[in-house]
């Protein structure tokens, strides 16, 4: 969903360093392909808004239903005022499903277009051969280029492994040198990049218990970060030694 959001970054990476930019520009068709991602990235913004805005809404429903619930309790102290507020909550609550329903509908419609979206996004993404981890595979190419590893032994994929009777999923591995890293689009707290940090030092295990070598190098590719997590982030990949690859830094809305 937020591939988008890695381009930024590798924007950033064409301007300032050539041979990076000489490494991706076979893979992204210039700037006929970015303008094309722009538009994507644009359109998803829009979505994601019209969804939020939507789901606003559906808070204040609830509200009012609570609202109409405390009112059914405080017409128990008369018979005669029951039956009175009854009858107009029952008309109240019928013009709620009906917004309820109406908020559904816009929701179905919009979750269709996000539907077609990603399928379009998905389709040009094939056309161009880059996905998410695509972008990171390539990237990590050009670190081990420039270090001198030859592109025969340069092999960056997706793998499983089955490790204690469990798939372990591998988004980034590369067998000589040994590399093993995750990819996601969007890391929101602490706790998950915690988790993330976790899954790679678990995944380097399996890796070096399967090819009895050491990982020489672990990778965390995340596409957006809070810039509340981003610090924290910064400071757990260096501490586990780990080399971390972000795309845009978000400010978490107060």
């Given at each position: ?10 924007l950033?990476?064409l301007k300032k360093?050539e041979?990076?930019r ?8 210039y ?7 722009s538009e994507?990235?644009e ?6 808004e ?8 559906q ?15 405080a ?5 005669k005022?029951l039956?009175e ?11 709620l499903w009906e917004?309820?329903?109406r908020?559904w509908e816009?929701?179905n419609r919009?979750?269709?277009?996000v ?8 389709s040009f993404?094939?056309?161009?051969g ?14 081990l ?10 092999n960056?994929r997706?793998t499983?492994?089955?490790h204690d ?13 040994l590399?093993v890293?995750e990819?996601t ?7 998950q990049?915690?988790?993330?940090i ?15 070598r ?7 590719a995340?596409a ?5 997590v ?16 972000f ?8």
């Amino acid at each position: 969903m937020s591939e988008a959001s890695l381009e930024d970054q590798f924007l950033e990476l064409l301007k300032k360093n050539e041979k990076f930019r000489l490494a991706v520009a076979s893979y992204l068709g210039y700037n006929e392909i970015l303008r094309k991602l722009s538009e994507h990235d644009e359109k998803f913004n829009s979505i994601l808004e019209e969804i939020k805005l939507l789901r606003e809404d559906q808070n204040k429903l609830w509200e009012n239903q609570n609202k109409l619930w405390e009112e059914v309790r405080a017409l128990r102290e008369g018979q005669k005022r029951l039956w009175e507020e009854v009858k107009a909550l029952r008309e109240e609550q019928n013009r709620l499903w009906e917004g309820q329903n109406r908020l559904w509908e816009s929701q179905n419609r919009l979750w269709k277009e996000v539907k077609y979206l990603r399928a379009e996004v998905d389709s040009f993404g094939k056309a161009v051969g880059r996905t998410l981890e695509d972008y990171t595979a390539a990237f990590v190419r050009v670190i081990l280029e420039d270090k001198g590893y030859s592109k025969e032994k340069v092999n960056i994929r997706k793998t499983t492994i089955i490790h204690d009777n469990k798939i372990v999923e591998i988004d980034i591995f590369n067998e000589d040198p040994l590399i093993v890293g995750e990819v996601t689009t969007y890391l929101d707290t602490v706790e998950q990049a915690k988790e993330e940090i976790n899954k790679i030092l678990y995944d380097k295990e399996v890796v070096e218990r399967k090819f009895k070598r050491k990982v020489e190098m672990k990778i965390l590719a995340v596409a957006n970060v809070p810039s509340n997590v981003l610090e924290e982030l910064k400071k757990l990949t260096e501490d586990n030694e780990i080399t971390f690859i972000f795309g845009r830094e978000l400010v978490q809305e107060i």
